[in-house]
Nanobody
């Protein structure tokens, strides 16, 4: 059984940084596809960033491109989302998701492409 646990959320002022971590059990971050999504109350879950491990391909939402890189250390677990130059619009609950499949790029931003999800971690950007 795959379990995902996010950590690293919290409160930060505009322009600040946070690093989220997604730790997995029952899954290896060297195959398949993983992604970060975020959600605010009353809105649908929004794609943030994703990576297809077999192709070393990263995809980012336009709103975070250049600010939120995905990374992983040599231990391969956890996977990180480093959030830089944060804005109030980045306030949301952030969740990681994985699938064992190398999904096509056009499906990488779709929530139904992923079988396993973490519980989410709150991120608040406010002065």
């Amino acid at each position: 059984q795959v379990q995902l646990v996010e950590s690293g959320g919290g409160s930060v002022v505009p322009g600040g940084s946070l690093r989220l971590a997604c730790a997995a059990s029952g899954h290896t971050f060297s195959s398949g596809t993983m992604a970060w999504f975020r959600q605010v109350p009353g809105k649908e879950r929004e794609f943030v960033a994703g990576r297809r491990w077999s192709f070393s391909t990263d995809v980012y939402a336009d709103s975070v491109k250049g600010r939120f890189p995905i990374s992983r250390n040599n231990a391969k677990n956890p996977v990180y989302l480093k959030m830089n130059d944060m804005k109030p619009a980045d306030t949301a609950v952030y969740s990681c998701a994985v699938t064992s499949r190398n999904i096509i790029l056009s499906s990488l931003r779709t929530t139904t492409s992923y079988e396993y999800w973490g519980q989410g971690t709150q991120v608040t950007v406010s002065s």
